[in-house]
């Protein structure tokens, strides 16, 4: 049974940091592209941040690019998002999913098939 486990959320403060892991259970991710969503209070879920599952490519939502950080370790078959330099706007719940490479077609929520159950960041002073 495939199985996505996200960690790493709390509270921060304003400029402060917090590294998700999103730990995978039931296959192997390098074989999978992976992908980061968050989604606000009254918002929709949006796309943070992707991995492709086989050249490694990476994509970024533009309010995130250069300071979150997506990647993986294969050895531990776990994925992470270093988020830094956190702001107020980045408060949300934070999920991690996964889908086959060779179906990867895009940084979008529809693409991906399995998800995890989300973790809470919350950015205030």
């Known amino acids: 049974q495939l199985q996505l486990v996200e960690s790493g959320g709390g509270l921060v403060q304003p400029g402060g940091s917090l590294r998700l892991s999103c730990a995978a259970s039931?296959?192997?991710?390098?074989?999978?592209?992976i992908g980061w969503f968050r989604q606000a209070p009254g918002k929709e879920r949006e796309a943070v941040s992707c991995?492709?599952?086989?050249?490694?490519?990476?994509m970024y939502t533009a309010s995130v690019k250069g300071r979150f950080t997506i990647s993986r370790d294969n050895a531990k078959n776990t994925a992470y998002l270093q988020m830094n330099s956190l702001k107020p706007e980045d408060t949300a719940v934070y999920y991690c999913a996964a889908i086959r490479a060779r179906f990867f077609t895009g940084c979008v929520s529809r693409v991906f098939g399995s998800w995890g159950q989300g973790t809470q960041v919350t950015v205030s002073s």
């Open positions: 991995l492709s599952g086989n050249d490694g490519r990476t």
């Open positions: 039931g296959f192997t991710l390098d074989n999978y592209a």
